[in-house]
């Protein structure tokens, strides 16, 4: 099969390599820790999603450094790193609650890493450690100092995500590494770390006997969530070549000039050009078939929504069969608001997620 490549003269936004999560081995701090329990005033771009204790460890500190109340651990990297109740009785729970430097993008692929080391003096050690993935940060509620449990009742099965470890995390005296891939839904811009189910669901395992209750305790350091690529997030020209960049299938690309009047799904004048140029490519390579996804922002019920992204996405559609496009070469689909990329709170994250996007894909 001869493989068609593509060199594409666009906006950028080089992401190889680059962890979005803001101070991800907890070296920024507004002190150094005196007591434990700090981490939730302590460490900046982090919070505690619930008023369980979570703590905060650093070598600057004689009290809460390497040698803490559970046990010692040199952090993994740098000099911070925190720790957490992932089971304790009645179902007391700790978390870390970190922040994106930016949204993840529909349908882009992450890597998630992050390293354990169970505490020496606890009793137990788990394997069902999750991460929650949230558009914004969860606060915290009187009625839930102890889990999470009713809040997060509302929470979409999807926005989490359960690490299937085959294993338990064991490991006392050095960091086992925890890493995972993950397909973002667009929404993505605050995640929570921790242990969401109660006790009587853990699967866990006793490894030594101690005079205080059950509970298992970890530290945790070293958190990165990266992409597994750079994303191409608008087209300005196209050129087809034979030795440069192969174009990869299914990737969701950004119509970065289409734009619509408020509530209106009629095409403006400036949107024509960039459709130009990608219909000129598709008219290249005869062989590849395109979906058209519409998007909206929350202003307005979800039924009007509904509507409005997907009469939005066949404008598009629509525009592309009129310059010669055969029709059973694309699809449209409407969204709604089910897929931000950025806060609806802001006009700004409105405008953001009021957008087209396509997917090219290979017959």
Known sequence: MKKISLLIIVSVQLTFSQNLVENSS????????????GFNHK??????????STDYFNTCSETVGNINFFGEQKPKSGNGFAGMYV?????????????LSSPLTLGN??????????????????????????????????????NLNKVLSDVPKSYFVLINSQNFYVEKANWEKITFEYEAKGFETN???????????????????????????????????????SKMTSITETQITENDQILENDK??????????????????SSKSELDQLYNYLNANKRLKIEIYGHTD?????????????????????????????PERITATG?????PVASNKTDEGRALNRRVEFKLIFN
Not at 87 to 94: I, K, L, W
Not at 137 to 145: A, I, M, N, T, V
Not at 312 to 322: C, G, H, M, T
């Open 252 to 269: 969701v690309y950004i119509l970065q000039n289409v734009l619509f009047d408020f509530d209106k799904h009629m095409l403006l004048e």
């Open 26 to 37: 907890f070296e920024e701090k507004k002190s150094c820790p005196e007591i434990i329990g």
């Open 191 to 229: 995640f929570v770390i921790g242990n969401f189910d109660r006790n009587s669901k853990i699967s866990k395992i006793k490894v030594q006997n101690t005079k205080d209750p059950d509970a298992s305790y970890y530290y945790i350091d070293d958190v990165s969530i990266e992409p597994l690529q």
């Open 87 to 99: 089971m304790a009785p009645e179902n007391y729970r700790e978390y870390l609650q970190g922040t």
């Open 298 to 326: 929350d202003v307005g019920i979800q039924k009007r929504n509904d509507e409005l992204s997907l009469l939005r996405a066949k404008e598009v559609a629509l525009y592309l069969i009129s310059k010669g496009l055969r």
């Open 43 to 52: 460490v900046i771009h982090w919070s505690t999603p619930n008023f369980g």
């Open 109 to 146: 692929k992450y890597t998630i890493t992050f390293y354990l080391s169970l505490a020496e003096n606890c009793s137990h050690a788990i394997k069902d450690i999750g991460v929650l993935f949230l558009d914004e940060p969860l606060k915290q509620s009187s009625d839930e100092y102890i």
């Open 335 to 339: 969204y709604g608001n089910r897929f």
